[in-house]
Nanobody, 122 residues
Framework: VQLQASGGGLVQAGGSLRLSCIAS????????IGWFRQAPGKEREWVSA???????RHYADSVKGRVTISRDGEHTVYLQMNSLKPEDTAVYYC?????????????????WGQGTLVTVSS
């Protein structure tokens, strides 16, 4: 199993980015995908999760209304981020596994991607 996050970059405040997570070897009908981020000097925080088969989607309060998580095909999950703010600047990671009801906890996932940097300029 391998998770690969991509799509980060430099964007001005108010702009949009779409992050991708390709989960090779992971059946998304049976596994959950979570997105996390870590800003410089801060702890990692959960951003969003899509529960197996896209039956449920969850968002952190800090991004709710600006971010949409979706699934495309068998192995790809997107994180569409709109109305970006400078405080969204962070390295974004995707994680996969069967996490049940604890989709906000990094350690509950079984697989993790390498991260993609999002920088939002003011």
């Amino acid at each position: 199993v391998q998770l690969q996050a991509s799509g980060g970059g430099l964007v001005q405040a108010g702009g949009s980015l779409r992050l991708s997570c390709i989960a090779s070897g992971l059946d998304l009908d049976l596994n959950d995908i979570g997105w996390f981020r870590q800003a410089p000097g801060k702890e990692r925080e959960w951003v969003s999760a899509i529960i197996r088969g896209a039956s449920r989607r969850h968002y952190a309060d800090s991004v709710k209304g600006r971010v949409t998580i979706s699934r495309d095909g068998e192995h790809t999950v997107y994180l569409q981020m709109n109305s970006l703010k400078p405080e969204d600047t962070a390295v974004y990671y995707c994680a996969g596994g069967v996490v049940g009801s604890v989709w906000t906890l990094w350690d509950e996932y079984d697989y993790w991607g390498q991260g993609t940097l999002v920088t939002v300029s003011s």
